[in-house]
C-alpha cells in the first residue's frame, strides 16, 4: 500500500512483482491522485480524503508517477518478473470510499 500524504508519498519508491495490486489511499486533507508520468499511461483520479484506489502493475518496468495538482509529489514503482500473459499493463480499479463501521460490528 502507498499512502498519499499531503504533498508526499510513502514509501516513495516500491518494487512489487508482476501481477500485483498497488493500493493508493489519501490520508492527507487535499485532494491528491497517482498519475503515469508518461503519456497515455494510468490514473487513480483524484481521492478526496479517506479514498483509495488500486492499480495492478502486469508487466515489469519503472513506473514513475506524480500528483497532478501537485507535480512535485514524485513515487516510482518498479516491476519485476514475468509479465501477466494476455493482460493489459496497467488496470486501474476505485476511487472507493471505506465503509463505515456499523455500531456492534466487528
Request: include cysteine; aromatic fraction near 6%; charge should be neutral.
Amino acid at each position: 500500500e502507498i499512502k498519499i500524504d499531503d504533498y508526499t508519498y510513502a514509501p516513495i519508491r516500491t518494487t512489487v512483482t508482476a501481477g500485483t495490486k498497488v493500493k493508493f489511499t489519501n490520508n492527507g486533507a487535499q485532494p491528491h491522485n497517482a498519475t503515469s508520468s508518461d503519456a497515455g499511461g494510468w490514473d487513480t483520479g483524484l481521492l478526496a480524503k479517506g479514498e483509495a484506489a488500486s492499480v495492478t502493475f502486469n508487466r515489469p518496468g519503472t513506473y514513475t508517477y506524480i500528483c497532478t495538482p501537485h507535480p512535485s509529489m514524485i513515487g516510482q514503482i518498479i516491476v519485476t518478473g514475468q509479465a501477466v500473459a494476455a493482460a493489459p499493463p496497467t488496470v486501474v480499479e476505485g476511487p472507493t470510499t471505506p465503509r463505515p463501521q456499523m455500531p456492534g460490528a466487528h
